[in-house]
Nanobody, 113 residues
């Protein structure tokens, strides 16, 4: 059974940084691609970016150059480093195993002065 646990969210001022973590269990972690998504109040969940099993990363245009996704296969963990945060980045952030319907509880990120 796949289990996903996100953490690291919080309140940060505009221009600040946060690093989110996501621990995934129940899969052969090193062989799977992983994605980050977010959902702002009143909006649909949107794709933020992903890291493939090869380490190749892709990002949404809205975060490219500010966010970085990395993975540590030894820890079954994927990270989302978020820099130069903007108020419009405020959302609940989720990670996901690409191609699987399982979601964690998410972690709240609020960017506000």
């Amino acid at each position: 059974q796949v289990e996903i646990v996100e953490s690291g969210g919080g309140l940060v001022q505009p221009g600040g940084s946060l690093r989110l973590s996501c621990v995934v269990s129940g899969i052969d972690f090193s062989t799977r691609g992983l994605g980050w998504y977010r959902q702002a109040p009143g909006k649909q969940r949107e794709w933020v970016g992903q890291v493939l099993s090869t380490g190749v990363t892709n990002y949404a245009a809205s975060v490219k150059g500010r966010f970085t996704i990395s993975r540590d296969n030894a820890k079954n963990t994927v990270y989302l480093q978020m820099n130069s945060l903007k108020p419009e980045d405020t959302a609940v952030y989720y990670c996901n195993v690409l191609g699987r319907p399982t979601w964690g509880q998410g972690t709240q990120v609020t960017v506000s002065s």
